[in-house]
Nanobody
Framework: VQLVESGGGLVQAGNSLTLSCAIS????????MGWYRQAPGKQRELVAT????????NYADSVKGRFTISRDNGKRTMYLQMNGLKPEDTAVYFC???????????????WGQGTQVTVSS
């Protein structure tokens, strides 16, 4: 199974970007998913999470009101709409998902490779 992020890039402060995380490969179930980010010299931090059915969302205080997480279970894809971007949002953004690969297997966490978001002032 693979998680592939896309949609990163270089934007000016105040602009918007939408990140996508697509899951490929055979899965039995996909549970909670989330976006995390890691800026140079800093630890990876949570940005937003969404439950399996999409009914419960959680955001870091630093992005509340600006970012929106969503998912399309039919497409096995998660999104992060980022509005009002700030230079401090510059980081590599990673997606994470709780995935079960087989009926008898355990649910495990999987990570994507990350996509760079750079916000210029």
């Amino acid at each position: 199974v693979q998680l592939v992020e896309s949609g990163g890039g270089l934007v000016q402060a105040g602009n918007s970007l939408t990140l996508s995380c697509a899951i490929s490969g055979i899965t039995v179930s996909i549970g909670a998913m989330g976006w995390y980010r890691q800026a140079p010299g800093k630890q990876r931090e949570l940005v937003a999470t969404i439950t399996g059915g999409g009914g419960r969302l959680n955001y870091a205080d630093s992005v509340k009101g600006r970012f929106t997480i969503s998912r399309d279970n039919g497409k096995r894809t998660m999104y992060l709409q980022m509005n009002g971007l700030k230079p401090e949002d510059t980081a590599v953004y990673f997606c994470n998902a709780e995935i079960r690969l087989s009926l008898l297997g355990a649910t495990r966490n999987y990570w994507g490779q990350g996509t760079q978001v750079t916000v210029s002032s």
